[in-house]
């Protein structure tokens, strides 16, 4: 396995990442419990700023979070192409018309007493949320936190 600090187990292709820069993606995170029990949906869109294998891939988000930014886990396997289209979100209404990419995962959070300092922690940083959570296709993958 790689190390944590060159992400390679993350599947990030720096000459795939760097076509995504300007990109308009659109992603969906579904967060459940650790018995799999739905909690809530998570989506925002917005164009790709940066896209960097130690760093993550750093959004410029639109519409009801216009001007704020999130940054993705550094993998590029996850970018599917998006069907032209108009995409409603269903958590708040938007419309998004024709974005380039989607993205998506399966985020289960933790026990409230579940330890602080792990992989599961260290994505949810990544992806901006509230509450420590594990990325299930990062599954194995060593993260070290600091």
Known sequence: M?????????DFDPDFAATLI??????????????????????????VLAADARAGITLRLGGSRDGGEKTLPPTTKVFESA???TYTLRTTGEKVVDPDFTV??????PDANYRQCDPETKLSRLL??????????FQGIRVRCS
């Open 83 to 85: 069907p032209r289209g």
């Open 128 to 137: 901006g949320l509230p509450r420590p959570a594990l990325a299930l296709p």
């Open 104 to 109: 998506t995962w399966r985020l289960i959070q």
């Open 2 to 10: 790689n190390s944590p600090e060159d992400h390679g187990s993350l």
């Open 22 to 47: 300007g990109k308009y993606i659109l992603v969906g995170v579904t967060v459940e419990d650790r018995r799999g029990e739905f909690r809530r949906n998570e989506q925002f869109h917005g164009t």
